[in-house]
């Protein structure tokens, strides 16, 4: 079994950053991808960021130049740095990681979410 444990959530005003943090554990071989999901009150989980083992990150166009997905290998631990920050962003943000388990099977996992509120 993995578990994900997130944090870094909270309230900021406008223009303002938060950072938020994703610890992965458990029956891990590797992890390939790692990623960030959000999804707004009304509409569709969303893809923010995520960045495969080789280093290689993508980010979806409303976050471009304002967010950097980044990861620790040694300590299975995702990043997502949020800079200024819109009212539209607001949302719970899913860790999400794709691993290859003891078992040498691929599986993915969803952390609990954690709510990003940004005032204006």
């Known amino acids: 079994q993995v578990q994900l444990v997130e944090s870094g959530g909270g309230l900021v005003q406008a223009g303002g950053s938060l950072r938020l943090s994703c610890a992965a554990s458990?029956?891990?071989?590797?992890?390939?991808?790692m990623a960030w999901y959000r999804q707004a009150p009304g509409k569709q989980r969303e893809l923010v960021a995520d960045?495969?083992?080789?280093?290689?990150?993508n980010y979806a166009d409303s976050v471009k130049g304002r967010f950097t997905i980044s990861r620790d290998n040694a300590k299975n631990t995702v990043y997502l740095q949020m800079n200024s920050l819109k009212p539209e962003d607001t949302a719970v943000y899913y860790c999400?990681?794709?691993?290859?388990?003891?078992?040498?099977?691929?599986?993915?996992?969803w952390g609990q979410g954690t709510q990003v509120t940004v005032s204006s």
């Open positions: 999400y990681i794709l691993i290859v388990d003891s078992d040498y099977v691929l599986r993915n996992y």
């Open positions: 960045v495969r083992s080789g280093g290689s990150t």
């Open positions: 458990g029956s891990i071989r590797s992890i390939n991808t």
